[in-house]
């Protein structure tokens, strides 16, 4: 998942490996010959069983769009070692009967994720907002000695986040993942999540739930002017069914400067955004200009802010409404301590990357 974050300086170098991974995708095979698997029994749960599914659509410069669905199921008490779940999948999805969910053999935490991106003694300029030229008052400069500015940009991200995948259930839990991205295997471009579902194993109830209205988003479509960095930027796109919020992101680094430069299309000056967020978040974020909202299809980055760098990256974000569904269905109005056996949640999102006006010369297939 991607998190853009000033904590996160990670070199352009760094940035483009998941172009690399989508290159593998597009070369794997969509899947294997499947055993037969029995349903396993229904699980009684101590708590609230939870199931995740986040359905990312990515498409850039060079590269073809791809769906990449990650899944993450976590259930007590744990009975069983080890932890054995599969969610048993619609035919629409056109990837076999049924996916695993294994316990990650290695849990990478929060914090060993964030310290490997996170080089010292670099400074950093914030830029932000919608505009021909650089407005008065940017950039906000960090540096390396001074990291106490950083109190001076919204706190996208402050208070409870919205999802992270990467934090270890607590002790006693069950816990699944599957991920097309980690197997380095594809879905077809007509691939569907609509349908019926059921996810059952060792530490599950069975989670039974249909998708009808939700799916992956279309891939977005960008244009990003003629290349010229020392002009304004235009960025602009075509809409995207479904979507309910936008965000621009554009960075570039030098490595012998130690210097990293960060604009966003947000009215504020922010950290930054999580790429999983909730629709209900996505919506207050939009209300507060840190998203643009979804009748938004164009910005500008001011002129000259990545005039001579030669590594400059544009990132543009969509995000859809989210599934929910839980056993029993969620009351109009739930009484205090109202828990259900099982509860569901599905993430749609959708992200573009390129190099500033090369989208017209290597079209996005």
């Known amino acids: 998942m991607s998190n853009f974050n000033l904590k996160k300086k990670r070199t352009l170098r760094g940035m483009l490996f998941p172009a690399a991974i989508l290159l593998l995708l597009a070369a794997s095979p969509l899947h294997a010959a499947q055993a037969d698997i029995a349903i396993s029994p229904p699980v009684t749960p101590k708590d609230t069983a939870r199931y995740r599914m986040v359905a990312t659509t990515t498409s850039g410069v060079g590269i073809a769009s791809q769906r990449i669905l990650t899944l993450d199921?976590?259930?007590?008490?744990?009975?069983?070692?080890?932890?054995?779940?599969?969610?048993?999948?619609?035919?629409?999805?056109?990837?076999?009967r049924y996916l695993p969910l294994a316990r990650p053999a290695r849990f990478f935490g929060e914090k060993e994720y964030l310290d490997e991106y996170e080089p010292d003694?670099?400074?950093?300029?914030?830029?932000?907002?919608?505009?021909?030229?650089?407005p008065k008052g940017q950039p906000i400069v960090i540096a390396p000695e001074d990291?106490?500015?950083?109190?001076?940009?919204?706190?996208?991200?402050?208070?409870?986040?919205?999802?992270?995948?990467?934090?270890?259930?607590?002790k006693g839990w069950g816990w699944g993942q599957w991920s097309n991205e980690d197997l380095q295997v594809r879905f077809s471009p007509d691939s569907s999540l609509r349908g019926n579902h059921l996810v059952h194993g060792n530490f599950l109830p069975h989670i039974k739930f249909a998708v009808s209205q939700h799916d992956f988003l279309e891939p977005l479509r960008v244009q990003t002017g003629?290349?010229?960095?020392?002009?304004?930027?235009?960025?602009?796109?075509?809409?995207?069914p479904r979507a309910i919020g936008y965000f621009v992101y554009a960075v570039a680094d030098d490595e012998l400067k130690k210097e990293y430069v960060i604009w966003t299309s947000s009215r504020r000056a922010t950290h930054g955004m999580q790429s999983c967020e909730h629709s209900d978040r996505v919506r207050t974020l939009a209300d507060a200009g840190v998203l643009l909202k979804p009748d938004v299809l164009s910005c500008n980055i001011p002129m000259g802010i990545f005039a001579g760098y030669e590594n400059v990256m544009i990132m543009v974000y969509a995000w859809g409404d989210d599934y929910r569904a839980s056993y029993p269905p969620r009351p109009t109005n739930p009484p205090k301590g109202w828990k259900p056996d099982w509860r569901v949640s599905g993430l749609f999102f959708a992200r573009w990357s390129g190099i500033p006006g090369t989208e017209k010369l290597r079209p996005v297939p």
């Open 226 to 240: 003629d290349g010229n960095l020392h002009a304004p930027i235009p960025v602009t796109w075509k809409p995207v």
């Open 73 to 96: 199921a976590r259930g007590l008490p744990a009975r069983g070692t080890p932890n054995k779940a599969w969610h048993m999948i619609p035919e629409a999805m056109r990837m076999g």
């Open 147 to 170: 990291d106490g500015k950083r109190s001076q940009l919204y706190d996208a991200q402050s208070g409870k986040t919205s999802l992270s995948l990467r934090r270890e259930p607590a």
């Open 121 to 134: 003694g670099w400074t950093t300029k914030i830029y932000w907002g919608s505009a021909k030229e650089t």
